[in-house]
């Protein structure tokens, strides 16, 4: 069993900047591609970007240059670095698991991201 917490959201303005992080418990983190989602209001989850255990890494076209996925080996966390922050990056930012082999897949609870213009 995996387990997923993240940390790091709030209340910021636009134009600034909030450094996610989501600490991975339970199996071995080098066998998960480790992802970042995201809800707003009224739309569907959506990826936002995801990094695996090789450190390639891919991102939504609304983040590109603006937002940054690294993990930590050492540390079994994954974080997501936002820059720039725009209203529309507004959502409850998830982070995911995703097993190599088996493909399963695993999700934390969520924090909430608010940027106010």
């Known amino acids: 069993q995996v387990e997923l917490a993240e940390s790091g959201g709030g209340l910021v303005q636009a134009g600034d900047s909030l450094r996610l992080s989501c600490a991975f418990l339970?199996?071995?983190?080098?066998?998960?591609?480790m992802g970042w989602y995201r809800q707003a209001p009224g739309k569907e989850r959506e990826l936002v970007a995801r990094?695996?255990?090789?450190?390639?890494?891919d991102y939504a076209d609304s983040v590109k240059g603006r937002f940054s996925v690294s993990r930590d080996h050492a540390k079994n966390t994954v974080y997501l670095q936002m820059n720039s922050l725009k209203a529309e990056d507004t959502a409850v930012y998830y982070c995911q698991a995703t097993n190599l082999a088996s493909s399963t897949m695993y999700w934390g609870q969520g924090t909430q991201v608010t940027v106010s213009s």
């Open positions: 990094i695996t255990p090789g450190y390639s890494t």
């Open positions: 339970g199996r071995t983190f080098s066998e998960f591609i």
